[in-house]
T-cell receptor, first 113, second 115 residues
Framework: EPEVTQTPSHQVTQMGQEVILRCVPI?????FYWYRQILGQKVEFLVS????????KSEIFDDQFSVERPDGSNFTLKIRSTKLEDSAMYFC???????????FGPGTRLTVL | GENVEQHPSTLSVQEGDSAVIKCTYS??????FPWYKQELGKGPQLIID?????GEKKDQRIAVTLNKTAKHFSLHITETQPEDSAVYFC??????????????FGQGTRLTINP
């Protein structure tokens, strides 16, 4: 069964450093998402991406964040200058077109020291 | 914007009994309501979903009901088994930018099945 994959599973970085989180969505999916989950809290929407552009973003997704689909398979989330409060689990999700379910990857745990 | 409230935050039931988790949403235009199961160290896994034109949906031991008038929906798990122990999240999709379909999640319910 096809699944969303994410790398790395755990990333440790120093405050102020740039990080890139990588995702490979399911191959025939058209819509891509990033969510985050701070430890013990609910899953929060960050951004949705379709047809090579951002379709919606949340207040959390400020100028420090960017997304890219550099080729036909990868979908990346970049945080330019990490802050302590960026420490969280980051989930990538994807879905096909039309009304359809979102499928989540296993997540990347980001720890900012 | 859309707000989803989920109750209870923790639920402990005896193996074989039923478990019910309830969610309310605020945006009457929301039209899609999935439920996810999250096991320790893993991503949310879709277990069942329902659209606003349907009142109830069942898949083996799992069922979801939706009351659009009251703006609440519930997950029912019957004949619970130890492997049902996990955190369960409800979510709603508000009517937003066409096609974006972001999910707004509830706070989660930690379900423990006692053998």
């Amino acid at each position: 069964e096809p699944e969303v994959t994410q790398t790395p599973s755990h990333q440790v970085t120093q405050m102020g450093q740039e990080v890139i989180l990588r995702c490979v969505p399911i191959s025939n999916h058209l819509y891509f998402y990033w969510y985050r989950q701070i430890l013990g809290q609910k899953v929060e929407f960050l951004v949705s991406f379709y047809n090579n552009e951002i379709s919606e973003k949340s207040e959390i997704f400020d100028d420090q964040f960017s997304v890219e689909r550099p080729d036909g398979s990868n979908f990346t989330l970049k945080i330019r200058s990490t802050k302590l409060e960026d420490s969280a689990m980051y989930f990538c999700a994807s879905r096909t077109g039309g009304p359809s379910a979102q499928f989540f990857g296993p997540g990347t745990r980001l720890t900012v020291l | 914007g859309e707000n989803v409230e989920q109750h209870p935050s923790t639920l402990s039931v005896q193996e074989g009994d039923s478990a019910v988790i309830k969610c309310t949403y605020s945006d009457s235009a929301s039209n899609y309501f999935p439920w996810y199961k999250q096991e320790l160290g893993k991503g949310p896994q879709l277990i069942i979903d329902i659209r606003s034109n349907v009142g109830e949906k069942k898949d083996q031991r799992i069922a979801v009901t939706l009351n659009k008038t009251a703006k609440h929906f519930s997950l029912h798990i019957t004949e619970t088994q130890p492997e049902d122990s996990a955190v369960y999240f409800c979510a709603a999709t508000p009517l937003g930018i066409q096609g974006a379909q972001k999910l707004v999640f509830g706070q989660g319910t930690r379900l423990t099945i006692n053998p």
